[in-house]
């Protein structure tokens, strides 16, 4: 496993824009007004180590059903583009639940280790490096605390309107890296289920 910066970027932006701890400001600003205490270090651990399980054990998981990883790729990049509906259209797809404890549901869990932020790490295996996505998901998490310790400064800096424009513009980028994430699995799965397909189609005279 080789260490890539552009590598380590490019996932570090995929996961910024799927785990969305910034447009998760309103959230959380709820939450507080509410009487919940949130304790930003607590919520990191417990989110960095779902995360971390399902990035080293999730393979294996999937083998047990025996779904290989383009599949799971294939379906991750579905939940990928909802997700970006919902960032960029301003639409609720995905239902969340509530709990009186606030550090770990729904904060820990969904918000931050949901679904979304799930898929996506196995469906990232399909195109880089376990080192790589580790290292970005670390950075990842010490961006999540940071805005836990800052939530109501940044919401103050950035405005109601700063945080929406953020938060569509990411989930912009979230859709095209869905598409890429679904065409560059197809083939793979296309292969799996149909050996010597692909090797037919490539090999018609044009």
């Keep these: 496993m080789e260490l890539n910066v552009v590598d380590i ?24 007004a509410k009487g919940n205490k949130i304790e930003a ?7 960095m180590g779902i995360l971390f399980l399902f990035l080293l054990l999730g393979e294996q998981l999937l083998n047990v059903f025996g779904v290989d990883i383009s599949s799971f790729a294939i379906a991750g990049s ?8 919902e960032m960029v259209l301003g639409i609720r ?45 670390a950075l990842n998490i010490i961006v999540v605390y940071i805005v836990l310790k800052l939530t109501e400064r940044i919401e103050r800096m950035l405005g109601i309107t700063g945080v ?16 890429k ?3 560059s699995n197809l083939v793979n799965s296309v ?5 010597g397909l692909m090797h037919k189609i490539n090999s018609m005279p044009q």
Excluded at 41 to 47: N, R, W
């Design 9 to 32: 970027f490019s996932v570090f932006m995929v996961l910024f824009a799927v785990i969305d701890i910034i447009g998760a400001i309103p959230i959380l600003l709820d939450l507080k």
């Design 41 to 47: 270090g607590k919520i990191s651990l417990v989110s």
């Design 78 to 85: 579905f939940v990928l583009f909802f997700l970006a509906m």
């Design 93 to 137: 797809i995905f239902k969340s639940e509530t709990s009186t404890s606030a550090t770990i549901v729904p904060i820990a869990f969904p918000l931050v280790a949901g679904a979304g932020s799930i898929t996506t790490l196995l469906a990232l295996r399909s195109e880089y490096s376990t080192l790589n996505i580790a290292i970005a998901l």
């Design 164 to 179: 929406m424009i953020l938060r569509k513009t990411f989930g912009i980028i979230l859709l095209a890296i869905a598409i």
């Design 181 to 183: 994430l679904f065409m």
């Design 191 to 195: 292969e799996n289920f149909f050996p």
